[in-house]
């Protein structure tokens, strides 16, 4: 059973028809219990970092996420659930979780005079391969929309990155942990290629 | 880089398609439906659902289409026409759909634009800008002014100052449609949106008017805008998206070319 966290983060329902479309079990639950219980856990949101930190803390779905990765469980991170597993987001100065070293920045739209959100497809550039883009065609584009974007300190950690005003981390990794600043459940078929394979994926950070 | 979107516009009343589509070498079809899940395989990068329903009572066969929409495709979709409050913006997003477009709504009621962005997120809300062109005037410095109810009321707004206003109210995204342009396949209004887009730091559809790949290769080239709204052109199989995005590509215009 697939966890998707449910914490009033705007649009769930999305990634749950996507793993219906899968034939993979999933449920929508802020049940503490159910969430430590499942066999993986998906972690999406559209939304402000704020209150997103302060309904996951509320919900005591903060414990429930860091357990779950010390736990060894694979943990999907998506758009607003990628920038909440840093250390602080710019957006509302908000604490996160800090599951990664680092920080989330705003993209500099003024000074770049580029438009933000970073909205539409965009590639990513794999830096090394990971078990959840297996059978992923390079060049293939994703689905991004966004203002802040994460800025992982270890550089280990980031395994594909994005040109949008600068190159930034747009999928980072972190042994059992799996996080990308796009949203493969609105990606098309390679986004879905991407839910598939961590609907199966062990949590081990290799390729075979 | 991020790619130029190229999104075909279906107009669904009562359920259906208000005229057949006819896709290369393909029976004519109108359930909206089957014609998204075509145009998710053919490659668009977005769809956007128009609703001229024109009775608000049958408004949930639309919310119907959608769900059932959202189950077979697997990128964004927005739907337009008939969202004239805060519950049906809600409605329509909680079916599935990514966006909602507001219109005439958003001109009779602006507060609509912002309550949405703070429920929903700004990337929810798109602003519909009907335009004509109009003589220039201290009233309309711009000589393009918004009209409503398709195109028949005139309303006294500039469309610069509306697109400005939008965007500070919290629209994510502008679709701006050429009431001139639209219809005569003699390609966008190129001046209008070079207007609006270089004066507003969200993204811009253009819409209305295209006939051929040049046209949109026309709009999208120095950034006049960031995303086209197509219709005949594709609906009854003149070209395919991948004919158009391959058309683009050659002429230096990044568009998704894998699906």
Known sequence: MIAIIDYNAGNLTSVKRAMDYLGKDSIITADYSEIISADRIVFPGVGAAGRAMADLKKRKLDRAIVEAFNDKKPILGICLGTQVIMETSEENNTECLGIIKGRVAMFAAESSGMKVPHMGWNSVILKRKHPLFQGVEQGSEFYFVHSYYPVPEDPDKVLGETDYIARFASFLASGNLAAMQFHPEKSGEPGLKILANFSKWDGRDYVE | ?259
């Open chain 2, 1 to 259: 880089m991020l790619s130029k979107r190229i999104i075909p516009c279906l107009d669904v009343r009562d359920g259906r398609l208000t005229k057949g589509i006819k896709f290369k070498g393909n029976v004519d079809i109108g359930d909206p439906v089957e014609i998204a899940a075509q145009y998710y395989r053919d490659g668009a990068d977005e769809i956007v659902f128009y609703d001229i329903t024109a009775s608000h009572e049958k408004r949930n066969i639309m919310i119907e289409t959608v769900r059932k929409v959202a189950e077979r495709i697997f990128i964004p979709f927005s739907v337009g026409g008939g969202i004239r409050t805060f519950d049906d913006m809600r409605e329509v997003l909680l079916a599935g759909a990514e966006k909602v477009s507001v219109n005439s709504a958003a001109v009779r009621n602006p507060k609509i634009i912002s309550e949405g962005a703070a429920a929903f997120g700004r990337q929810c809300i798109v602003l519909g800008m009907d335009v004509k062109k109009v003589s220039v005037s201290d009233k309309i410095p711009s000589g393009y002014e918004i009209v409503i109810d398709g195109g028949r009321q005139f309303t006294g707004l500039d469309a610069l100052e509306w697109a400005k206003m939008g965007q500070t109210l919290g629209a994510g995204e502008i679709c701006l449609n050429s009431i001139d342009a639209d219809g005569t396949k003699e390609g966008y209004e190129l001046k209008l949106n070079r207007l609006i887009s270089s004066n507003v730091n969200i993204p811009v559809i253009a819409s209305g008017g295209a006939g051929t790949p040049e046209h949109i290769f026309e709009v999208l080239k120095d950034d006049k805008a960031d995303a086209t709204l197509i219709a005949s052109m594709t609906h009854y199989g003149s070209y395919t998206i991948k004919e158009i995005k391959t058309y683009l590509s050659t002429r230096g215009v990044k568009v998704r070319m894998n699906w």
